[in-house]
C-alpha cells in the first residue's frame, strides 16, 4: 500500500463539489442562501442553458469586505460560525463554507463585490480552483456572482447532467421555495432572457404563493396563525378541494430555510385525512419557527433534511392547527345552507 497523505486544497475541493454541487439547480440554492444570508432585499437571478453556461446571482446585501474576497473561496471559511457551540443554533442558512471553493473548483467564477457605498469593491476571477485576478473594480454595494460552463474540468460530471429543460426545472423549484420562504425579498428568476419568477418582496405570502401557483390557487388558500410555547405556524392552507397529483405542493419551511421532512408531510396528511381524494395531495406553505436548539440543520451537505428534536410533539401541533383550521372550512357551507 502507498503512503497515506492528505489532500491538497484543490482535490479535497473537487471532492467536496462532488456533495455540494449535483447540478445547476444547487448552484443557484448555494448562491441564492448566500444572498438572504448577506440580508438582501433584492435578489435577481438569471441562467442561460438550463445554468450550464450560466448562473449569475445579484444581491444587494452587505457585500464582502476586500480582504475577505479571496477566503471566501478557502474551504470551511465562513463567517457565520463564530464558535462551535453556534452549529448548535444555527440561524442563517449557510454555515459550512463550502459552497464558494467546491463551485470555484468546478466552474468559471467572476466575483464583484462591495461592502460599501463608495462605488469601489473588488472584482475576483477564479477558474477550475485558481485565481487568475483579484483586483479593485467599480461595484455598488452587493455581490454580484457568475459562474460560467458549470462541470467544464469535469466531464463525467458533465455527462450525467439532463437537458436544459429538466435543469430548468429544478432551477425553478429552487427558487419558488427560496421565494416561498422569503416573502420579504424581491426575487426574480430569467431564462435566457424571458422571465419566470418575480415576486415583490413586500412580504405578502399570498402573492408569492398566486405568482408560482397561480391566482386561482391562491384565491383557494385559507391562512393560518397558531403558536404554542415551542412553536410559531403561519402560511396558507389550501382547501381539501384544490389537490394535486404529488407531494410538492406542500411546501415547509422552518426559520426561513425550506426543508423537506416526512415527519411533517405525515402531519399535514393526516390533518385532511378523509378530506382529500385517495393519491390527491394538498397545496400547503408552512412556515414554522421555533428556537434554532429545537432543529439541528446540520445532517447533510444540501441542509434540506433537518432532525427536530422534540419531534412527535412538532408535528402533533402542526396536524392539530391544520385539523381545527379544516373543520372551520369545513363547516361553513353548511351553516350557510341552514340559514
Ligand atoms: P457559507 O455560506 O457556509 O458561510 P460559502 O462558501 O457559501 O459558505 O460562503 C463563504 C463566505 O463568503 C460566507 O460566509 C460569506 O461571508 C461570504 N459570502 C458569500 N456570498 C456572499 C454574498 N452574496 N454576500 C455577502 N457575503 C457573501
Ligand atoms: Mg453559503
Not at 463554507?97 to 470555484?104: F, K, N, R
Request: glycine share 8%; proline share 4%; net charge neutral.
Amino acid at each position: 500500500m502507498a503512503h497515506i497523505v492528505v489532500l491538497d486544497e484543490h482535490i479535497a475541493n473537487q471532492i467536496a463539489a462532488g456533495e455540494v454541487v449535483e447540478r445547476p439547480s444547487s448552484v443557484v440554492k448555494e448562491l441564492v442562501e448566500n444572498a438572504v444570508d448577506a440580508g438582501a432585499r433584492k435578489i435577481d437571478v438569471q441562467v442561460e442553458e438550463g445554468g450550464l453556461q450560466l448562473i449569475r446571482v445579484t444581491d444587494n446585501g452587505s457585500g464582502i469586505e476586500a480582504e475577505d474576497c479571496e477566503k471566501a473561496f478557502y474551504r470551511h471559511a465562513t463567517s457565520k460560525l463564530l464558535s462551535g457551540r453556534d452549529l448548535f443554533q444555527i440561524r442563517s442558512l449557510g454555515f459550512r463554507g463550502e459552497a464558494l471553493p467546491s463551485i470555484a473548483a468546478v466552474a468559471k467564477v467572476q466575483l464583484v463585490t462591495s461592502s460599501n457605498d463608495s462605488g469601489l469593491g473588488r472584482v475576483i476571477v477564479i477558474e477550475g480552483g485558481s485565481l487568475k485576478q483579484n483586483e479593485e473594480t467599480a461595484a455598488p454595494q452587493g455581490t454580484d456572482i457568475t459562474i460560467k460552463e458549470l462541470f467544464y474540468n469535469t466531464p463525467a460530471r458533465l455527462k450525467y447532467m439532463k437537458t436544459i429543460q429538466t435543469e430548468l426545472g429544478h432551477i425553478s423549484d429552487v427558487m419558488y421555495r427560496q421565494a416561498l420562504a422569503h416573502p420579504e425579498i424581491a426575487i426574480t428568476l430569467r431564462h435566457n432572457g424571458n422571465t419566470l419568477l418575480q415576486t415583490q418582496g413586500n412580504g405578502d405570502l399570498l402573492q408569492v404563493i398566486a405568482s408560482i401557483y397561480g391566482i386561482n390557487a391562491s384565491r383557494a388558500m385559507v391562512p393560518i396563525a397558531a403558536d404554542n410555547l415551542d412553536y410559531k405556524i403561519n402560511g396558507f392552507v389550501g382547501r381539501p378541494d384544490l389537490t394535486r397529483s404529488n407531494r410538492s405542493g406542500m411546501s415547509t419551511i422552518v426559520n426561513g430555510r425550506y426543508i423537506r421532512n416526512q415527519g411533517l408531510y405525515q402531519a399535514i396528511l393526516r390533518a385532511y385525512h378523509t378530506l382529500l381524494p385517495i393519491n390527491r395531495y394538498p397545496l400547503v406553505v408552512l412556515q414554522l419557527e421555533m428556537h434554532p436548539s429545537l432543529v439541528d440543520v446540520n445532517v447533510h451537505p444540501s441542509k434540506l433534511e433537518v432532525r427536530f428534536s422534540k419531534e412527535a410533539e412538532l408535528n402533533a401541533f402542526v396536524e392539530e392547527s391544520i385539523r381545527r383550521l379544516l373543520q372551520g372550512q369545513v363547516l361553513i357551507p353548511q351553516v350557510v345552507k341552514q340559514t
